[in-house]
Each structure stands twice: as structure tokens, then as C-alpha cells.
């Protein structure tokens, strides 16, 4: 969730228009174009890379690579499932709306939703369509489809950097890539425009479909080769031997009018700044 969440912050804080309008939720401003940004980050975490960096315990050990084999072994070949979830959301939407007047009725709907579940997603959905929120809220209808637009787009970002970069995380030229071509247009550009221009290609699904079709044990060898790289590098906190991590920005955790925490009162360093606040929380 922090990853999804910083994901939005990164890209809001640095649209580069003349308007804050530019930088807002509501229209022109897209729902795919959103949430590719937060979803990108989403999607940095699953990978061995990341987990072999990041995923350490307060000793500093990394992650187990038993534990993320486990993890692509139980949920890869299962991954389209989660896609077939998605779509039905979007499809049933679609369905229910174009429903006559007087056919729109609770059973109606009821059954309008067993009936989407089972042809898209091949049964009864272990979370049933009507307990989605965003179909439940009015601000959130009928825009469920740009989650599916957004993975797409994330799938072929991932794909783009991977042809291009041969690896994404800590790579330092994907943050500056993203920033010029997603984030400082704002909503001044579409989003479909948007991604062709980064990755040079239509949005298409067949990234996505690609990694959905990789042989399970064929991910587990590329995923352990990088899991191996990832754990071989120092911890990035203990990288200049002190622990210091200087975002060359201030940074305030405050709760109303309290000061909990601010790098101005640390030196700058982020790490030391988040021991405050991660003590205040645990008080």
C-alpha cells in the first residue's frame, strides 16, 4: 500500500504545469493515467530484485529465496485469474447499465452479476462482484476499466525499460524516464498518448499476456538470478557505512498542528527522521 500511495505522490508532486488543475483527480485527468504510476511501483515489489534489496529483516537479513519461490510456485499460475477478476468488474458495469428501466431490480442485478462472474471469470468469484466498492460509490462508478487500462500500460512500461535498461530497480535512469514522460504532463496529455510515447508502441495487452504465459519454472530461473544480484549488493542503508539517506528535500511527518518528526532536526537524513516517527507510533 505505501508503494501504491507513493506511487500517486510521485507522480502529483512533479506535474510540471502552469495550473494545479493539471494535477488533479477529476476529469480531464484519467483514471488509467493515475493508476499507472501507483501501479508501477505495485509491481516492483513482487520482484525478486526488489526483495532481495529491500525485503530485510531489523538484522539486515534479506528475504529468503525459499520464501519467494514459495510465492511465484502458489500464485503465478494462477495470475489470470486475477485479470479475469478484473475484467469482470468493467463487464458488469457495462451489462447493468444498459439494462431497461424497468428491468433494474435487486434480483435482477443479483443475477446480472452471478451471470457475469461465471462467463468471465469461469464460476462463482471468490469475491463476489456486488462487494466490489468502487460499484457501490458514485464517484467511483464506471471507471473500475482503467485499472485494467492501467496494468496494460504497467506490463508494457515494465516490458519498455526491461528491452531498453535490461533491469529496472535502482536503475537511475527509470525515475528520471518516468518523470518526463508521465508525470511533468499532467493531465495536458491522454494517457493512451502517453505511454506510446515512452514505450514507442500502442497500448496493448500482449505484455501482459506474455508474462501471464511464462512457464513457472522458467520465472524461478530468471527470478533467482536476480534475486542472487540484488542480494549480493549491500543493504542501501549501510551502502556509505553510516546508515544516511539524504532525499535533497525536507520532509515533515505531523500529525494536525504536532511536529512529530522533520529531516530539519536530523541533519537531513530520512532514516534517522522515520526512527523518530516509527518511535511516536510504537509510544
Known sequence: RLMHEAGHAAHF?????????FAQERAPTSVAYAELQSMFLDSLVGDAAWRGRYARDRDGNALPWALHEEDIESTHPFKVFALR????????????????????????????????????QG??????????????SDEASCYYHGYVLAEMAVHQTREHFLATEGFIVDNPKVGPALEKAYWEPGNSAAFLDLVKDL???????????KELSEPT????VSEKKEYDAAVAKPHPAEEDGAGHVDLKMRV?????????ADTANAGGDFIKTCSVF??????
Open 217 to 220: 519454472e522458467s520465472l524461478k
Open 278 to 283: 516509527e518511535k511516536y507510533v510504537a509510544e
Open 85 to 120: 477478476a478484473m475484467l469482470s468488474v468493467p463487464y458488469f458495469e457495462k451489462a447493468l447499465y444498459e439494462l431497461p428501466d424497468d428491468e433494474v431490480t435487486a434480483d435482477k442485478i443479483a443475477a446480472l452479476a452471478d451471470e457475469v462472474e461465471v462467463k468471465i
Open 199 to 209: 514505450t514507442g508502441k500502442p497500448l496493448s495487452g500482449d505484455p501482459w499476456i
Open 13 to 21: 508532486a512533479n506535474v510540471t504545469q502552469e495550473s494545479p488543475l
Open 123 to 136: 464460476g462463482f468469484s471468490p469475491r463476489p462482484l456486488l462487494s466490489v466498492p468502487h460499484l457501490l
Open 252 to 260: 515533515r511527518f505531523v500529525d494536525g498542528d504536532a511536529v512529530i
